[in-house]
């Protein structure tokens, strides 16, 4: 059974810090690009970050470079986002994604919702 479980969203103040993980299984792991997304509230969901199968490339929305940094960890299957500078706009849910295009396969996960607020 395929799972990505997504954790550590929460309330932050503006200026703050916080690292969201995403744990995988039930699928080949290390072979899937790994990505996160944001929603927030009355708005489209959008790629926030993503980091190939290996790790040796990651690519970044304009509105978190510089700030957020996107990492995966093949040998424990999981993929991290850490989150410094958060700005208000920040406020979102966050989901764990992974594709495999050759495939045409893409999971998600439930997702965690992120708070920036003083």
């Known amino acids: 059974q395929v799972q990505l479980v997504e954790s550590g969203g929460g309330l932050v103040q503006p200026g703050g810090s916080l690292r969201l993980s995403c744990a995988a299984s039930?699928?080949?792991?290390?072979?899937?690009?790994m990505s996160w997304y944001r929603q927030a509230p009355g708005k489209e969901r959008e790629l926030v970050a993503s980091?190939?199968?290996?790790?040796?490339?990651?690519n970044y929305a304009d509105s978190v470079k510089g700030r957020f940094t996107i990492s995966r960890d093949n040998a424990k299957n999981t993929v991290s986002l850490q989150m410094n500078s958060l700005k208000s706009e920040d406020t979102a849910v966050y989901y764990c994604?992974?594709?495999?295009?050759?495939?045409?396969?893409?999971?998600w996960g439930q997702g965690t919702p992120v708070t920036v607020s003083s």
């Open positions: 994604n992974a594709v495999r295009e050759v495939l045409g396969i893409n999971y």
């Open positions: 039930g699928f080949f792991f290390s072979r899937y690009v």
């Open positions: 980091i190939t199968s290996g790790g040796g490339s990651t």
